[in-house]
């Protein structure tokens, strides 16, 4: 008797991506906003 393991690669890679994405946009709309101000006025506050 044999037991075989099937994995949802689609799912997986859609899962990744989605995780990917999030990431990038978490990461990249604080980072625009720092961009925006500057070094001193970071500094002060």
């Given at each position: 008797m044999?037991?075989?393991v099937a994995v949802p690669w689609g799912r997986l890679a859609l899962i990744w991506c989605?995780?990917?994405g999030a990431a990038l946009l978490a990461a990249w709309l604080p980072a625009r906003s720092f961009a925006?101000?500057?070094p001193a006025q970071g500094l002060a506050g």
């Open positions: 044999s037991i075989g989605a995780a990917a925006r101000t500057p």
